[in-house]
């Protein structure tokens, strides 16, 4: 049997064993708080269980969708993988990887909240076995296709490079920082196609765009340094310019009525004391997330 957290720690509060038991619920929380690889503000790892513990607060009625959205599927959280000193890098994204294959072989749609972005590897390889010619949809400011940094390949900062080098086509949203390298990459690879944040915000048709650059079955990662820092200000690598709360979510629901949108994850939050923003917001966008799931497949 999978451990699952009970309704005083699980995502939401959920009373109800059944709706929050693994083997009946749709919907698996994983909470991966890996951090190893911050290069500005560190605290990542202590995203997951902010973001969880955060849900307790947000309501079990979403009245956009107008209903109870876990009663609909069932949502187990899972308690939080553990990562010894060693398990770094390869070694690290191969435990995610590998804990994320037996959910997928299990039928969960797994909602995956990390630390720093370098788990989304271990995410997107799980899914790919699955999934063929998968498509990854990143929210985000950075472009994380650096070859490496600070001599490492496993760094947040590389982590959509090394899914790139598994072949895997690449949709950016957001983007709003870079080397020079990752720039040039962008302009030559056929398999990467990037909207920036000042072309956001200047072509109304990008949503429509970046839709038709993903293939049938996606992949989406967020960020949540993709949204503008007025409304995400606790993440580790904060730029101005970023997305907003109402268009995200347009584009969101979007995708998800026209895709096969397979599994997501939440990363990079990085809470700071007395300001609950952030994680609220970010447990609001992932109950929110798995509404649209949930009423495109009823």
Known sequence: MVKVLPTTQNFLGIAEKKLSAYESSKFVIQQVPY????????GSAKGP?????ASQFVELYDEELDMETYKQ???ATLPSMKFGKSDINEKAVSLIENATAKLIADNKTVVSLG???TVTLGFVR?????YKNLS???LDAHSDLRESYHNNKYSHASVLKRIYDDGHNIVQVGIRAQCIEEAQLIKTAKRITTFYAHDVRKNTKWMDKAIDALGSNVYLTIDADGFDPSTMPAVGTAEPRGLFWDETLTFLQKVIKK???VGFDIVECAPTKGNIL???TLAKLAYRLMGYMVLKNN
């Open 35 to 42: 951090e190893y690889t911050s290069s500005y503000l560190a």
């Open 49 to 53: 269980a902010a973001i969880v513990a």
């Open 73 to 75: 599927c069932g949502i």
């Open 115 to 117: 630390a720093e972005h």
């Open 126 to 130: 799980a899914h790919a076995a699955k």
């Open 136 to 138: 990854v949809l990143q």
């Open 259 to 261: 895709k096969n949108v």
């Open 278 to 280: 952030s994680e609220y």
